[in-house]
């Protein structure tokens, strides 16, 4: 991997972390870390329970804006504060895969 490609992390919720300036500047390790901003994350106790690498494999919900623990005020908060659509990452990441995801979104 050259210097100006980065891994791409990408949330449980969506939310690519490694283009996120609290993960850039290290006061987030993302979701995936023992640092991430939100340690009390019902979107990412419900991955773990799962057994999901992201929303996207949720079965539950064909849309993802019907479930309350992604789409909720503090949900709407996030994607305004960090500049992210998350569902709209996680229905293209359920359309094309995780890993194409990542490519396309270095």
Do not use: W
């Not at 990408?10 to 870390?33: N, T």
């Not at 804006?65 to 709407?76: A, D, F, G, T, V």
């Amino acid at each position: 991997m050259s210097t100006e490609e980065k891994e791409v992390i990408v949330a449980f919720c969506g939310l690519a972390c490694s283009q996120c300036g609290a993960y850039r500047k290290g006061k987030c390790e993302g979701c995936f870390s023992e640092k991430p901003m939100y340690r009390r994350c019902p979107i990412k106790k419900c991955n773990l329970e799962n057994n999901y690498e992201s929303c996207a494999d949720c079965t539950s919900f064909e849309d993802f804006r019907h479930c309350k623990k992604l789409n909720n005020i503090i949900s709407k908060i996030f994607g305004f504060i960090f500049r992210s659509n998350r569902i709209a990452n996680l229905e293209e990441i359920r359309r094309i895969g995780l890993e194409k995801f990542k490519t396309e979104t270095n």
